[in-house]
């Protein structure tokens, strides 16, 4: 794996999570989506906005107003940006650790499965029964669809629940070059701890390699446990961590 700096990384997953609406500032990146997911809806900032901290957070705060959003900035922890929110009241919200792993590594500890619910299904697209059982389902409105298909290449992984109109585990993967993102495993919570979500994954890890990727990088809440514990044996590692300000009310 050659080596790749947190800016680089940030806006390949960046890439592989596309907002429907963005505008650059500088090296910022202004990104709106009807308010589907903070990642979608926040300013990647990194870089050098081109004009004072003070300016650029003014074109900020206009330009989400206009939106009818809230102001997210996307910030690296303890950077020079992230001092400067803290010192104007901007609320951090939602840690996130980014973690890499190679493909082949992850596919060495991963063991085919799926058979016993008739195994994993690869598609372009997300169909009902994968939509009913992503946990924003309720917001899926026509944006958020459009962010979830959204990347050079994406592939859905689907296995078939009991349910024909809900799947009882699913995936997300885009392949952005050599980099293939994860997201969106979820698993009935009636059926975790029997494999199905090492079993998605392998299942788009094959079609990622197929397609010639060779990395692999998943972004995690860090207070989500259980999804670390499983991408730790999975041997992923995390890269570098990533967390919003929200801009203050008044």
């Given at each position: 794996?050659?080596?790749?700096?947190?800016?680089?990384?940030?806006?390949?997953?960046?890439?592989?999570?596309?907002?429907?609406?963005?505008?650059?500032?500088?090296?910022?990146?202004?990104?709106?989506?009807?308010?589907?997911?903070?990642?979608?809806?926040?300013?990647?900032?990194?870089?050098?906005?081109?004009?004072?901290?003070?300016?650029?957070?003014?074109?900020?705060?206009?330009?989400?107003?206009?939106?009818?959003?809230?102001?997210?900035?996307?910030?690296?922890?303890?950077?020079?940006?992230?001092?400067?929110?803290?010192?104007?009241?901007?609320?951090?919200?939602?840690?996130?650790?980014?973690?890499?792993?190679?493909?082949?590594?992850?596919?060495?500890?991963?063991?085919?499965?799926?058979?016993?619910?008739g195994g994993v299904r690869v598609t372009d697209s997300p169909d009902a029964a994968w939509i009913a059982r992503y946990?924003?389902?309720?917001?899926?409105?026509?944006?958020?669809?459009r962010v979830l298909r959204g990347g050079p290449r994406v592939l859905f992984a689907a296995i078939a629940g009991d349910?024909?109109?809900?799947?009882?585990?699913?995936?997300?993967?885009?392949?952005?070059?050599?980099?293939?993102?994860?997201?969106?495993?979820?698993?009935?919570?009636?059926?975790?701890?029997?494999?199905?979500?090492?079993?998605?994954?392998?299942?788009?890890?094959?079609?990622?390699?197929?397609?010639?990727?060779?990395?692999?990088?998943l972004q995690v809440e860090t207070d989500n446990t259980a999804a670390l514990a499983l991408y730790e044996r999975l041997?992923?590692?995390?890269?570098?961590?990533?967390?919003?300000?929200?801009?203050?009310?008044?």
């Open positions: 794996m050659m080596p790749l700096d947190a800016e680089s990384l940030a806006r390949i997953t960046a890439e592989g999570w596309p907002a429907l609406e963005t505008e650059p500032l500088g090296r910022w990146v202004l990104r709106a989506s009807a308010g589907f997911t903070r990642r979608a809806n926040s300013v990647l900032a990194v870089g050098d906005p081109g004009m004072p901290v003070d300016d650029a957070l003014a074109r900020v705060r206009s330009w989400y107003a206009a939106r009818s959003l809230p102001a997210y900035l996307q910030v690296f922890p303890g950077s020079a940006l992230d001092d400067a929110l803290v010192h104007r009241g901007w609320t951090l919200e939602a840690p996130v650790a980014v973690q890499i792993a190679t493909i082949a590594s992850v596919l060495d500890v991963t063991a085919p499965g799926g058979a016993g619910w946990h924003k389902a309720s917001a899926l409105a026509e944006p958020a669809l349910d024909p109109m809900r799947a009882r585990a699913i995936g997300r993967c885009v392949l952005v070059g050599s980099w293939a993102g994860f997201s969106a495993i979820e698993v009935d919570p009636a059926h975790r701890r029997r494999g199905l979500a090492q079993a998605i994954m392998r299942a788009l890890l094959e079609a990622a390699a197929a397609q010639g990727a060779e990395n692999a990088y041997h992923f590692v995390t890269h570098h961590h990533y967390h919003y300000r929200r801009m203050p009310s008044s």
